[in-house]
């Protein structure tokens, strides 16, 4: 039996995806979504100062994104601006992040009495045992 022909390869002309802004620059951005992009790229201690101003953005989503960079990057100097996001901050998931970067640049663990428990409401602290056991947060 003759053997059949191969399939045709047919290629399709597709954009190649976008890499994520290497600079800062990006961060001034109008659009939301380039400044949480581009914060999810950030990998260098240098960079932090660029990000402070973000932790007051108008959207939530950006707020959690500037602290989990700050966390990342791990600089010190950024625990104030931290410390008063977590003050002030009316998203939860922004608050939490901002908890979660003091954490990790502190070393300090959240337990009963500690600061990053007693910074959340009961019904706040709920909710994050909630993502907690869904794997959503450590």
Same mark, same amino acid.
């Given at each position: 039996?003759?053997?059949?022909?191969?399939?045709?390869? %047919?290629?399709?002309? #597709? =954009?190649?995806?976008?890499?994520?802004?290497?600079?800062?620059? *990006?961060?001034?951005?109008? =659009?939301?979504?380039?400044?949480?992009?581009?914060? *999810?790229?950030?990998?260098?201690?240098?960079?932090?100062?660029? %990000?402070?101003? @973000?932790?007051? &953005? &108008?959207?939530?989503? %950006?707020?959690?994104?500037?602290? &989990?960079? @700050?966390?990342?990057?791990?600089?010190?100097?950024?625990?104030?601006?931290?410390?008063?996001?977590?003050?002030? /901050?009316? =998203? $939860?998931?922004?608050?939490?992040?901002?908890?979660?970067?003091? #954490?990790?640049?502190?070393? $300090?663990?959240?337990?009963?009495? /500690?600061?990053?428990?007693?910074?959340?409401?009961?019904? /706040?602290?709920?909710?994050?045992?909630? #993502?907690?056991? /869904?794997?959503?947060?450590?």
């Amino acid at each position: 039996a003759p053997t059949p022909a191969p399939a045709a390869v %047919v290629e399709t002309a #597709q =954009d190649p995806p976008s890499p994520p802004p290497s600079s800062t620059s *990006e961060l001034s951005s109008a =659009d939301p979504l380039v400044r949480y992009r581009t914060l *999810e790229g950030l990998n260098r201690p240098d960079q932090a100062v660029e %990000v402070l101003p @973000l932790l007051a &953005d &108008d959207l939530g989503f %950006v707020r959690r994104a500037a602290a &989990d960079a @700050l966390g990342r990057l791990k600089v010190s100097e950024t625990v104030p601006d931290l410390v008063a996001m977590a003050r002030r /901050e009316k =998203d $939860v998931a922004a608050r939490l992040a901002a908890l979660q970067a003091l #954490q990790a640049i502190t070393g $300090v663990r959240s337990g009963p009495g /500690e600061p990053v428990a007693t910074a959340l409401s009961a019904s /706040e602290a709920w909710w994050v045992s909630r #993502q907690r056991a /869904e794997g959503r947060v450590p």
